[in-house]
């Protein structure tokens, strides 16, 4: 167990629909890092909130967005689903904004869009 | 854009044997090169890391190599186990916009036959 609590572990939805993933980081991590993986691809960053404010940005779509909480957990929303937006999301969390220190993943939340 | 290229994509080893991973990056102020292993259905963890003041590093059967003028670092894993069989991730700090992210690899499905 990483200690870093992601939910809901699976989700199932339409296309057009609206989600939230929902992420804690381990006690005393103040960095948070989403990562989309789709089928047989690897990682790819989306975006990181050190401590309440955004700190860098990836590829991620205008339909997504985040933020993260004063008590540090952080939400993805993902909107106007599409078929390919059907990913494994990871949430990772830090204890420092730079990555360069180890960063914990969460168990993912599987993403279905039919 | 700075990216991270890893190679092979899928390698298959007898148990007992030796397996090695290679990867390149673009952007020569990275300092930070982790690798994680990833298996099936389960989050990423790291497995070893190396900083740009060292040139390898090792750990039981595992090693990492790193060549900064070439910009390429390498996962060796010595004595395969078919426990070994995963998926394996490199990762390289790369530059984005005004700060860092960790960028990874396409990833290696690693199979160690019996």
């Known amino acids: 167990d990483s200690g870093v609590t992601q939910t809901p572990k699976h989700l199932i939805t339409a296309t057009g629909q609206r989600v939230t993933l929902r992420c804690s980081p381990r006690?005393?991590?103040?960095?948070v890092y989403w990562y989309q993986q789709s089928l047989d691809q690897g990682l790819q960053f989306l975006i990181q909130y050190y401590n309440g404010e955004e700190r860098a940005k990836g590829n991620i779509l205008e339909r997504f967005s985040a933020q993260q909480f004063p008590d540090l957990h952080s939400e993805l929303n993902l909107s106007s689903l599409e078929l390919g937006d059907s990913a494994l999301y990871f949430c990772?969390?830090?204890?420092?904004?730079?990555?360069?220190?180890?960063?914990?993943f969460g168990q993912g939340t599987r993403l279905t869009v039919v | 854009g700075e990216n991270v290229e890893q190679h092979p994509s899928t390698l298959s080893v007898q148990e007992g044997d030796s397996a090695v991973i290679k990867c390149t990056y673009s952007d020569s102020a990275s300092n930070y090169f982790p690798w994680y292993k990833q298996e099936l259905g389960k989050r990423p963890q790291l497995i070893i890391d190396i900083r740009s003041n060292v040139g390898e590093k090792k750990d039981q059967r595992i090693a990492v190599t790193l060549n900064k003028t070439a910009k390429h670092f390498s996962l060796h894993i010595t004595e395969t186990q078919p426990e070994d069989s995963a998926v394996y991730f490199c990762a390289a700090r790369i530059s984005s916009g005004s700060a860092r992210q960790l960028t990874f690899g396409s990833g290696t499905q690693l199979t160690v036959l019996p």
């Open positions: 990772a969390s830090s204890v420092t904004p730079d990555p360069d220190t180890e960063a914990f």
């Open positions: 006690s005393g991590d103040l960095s």
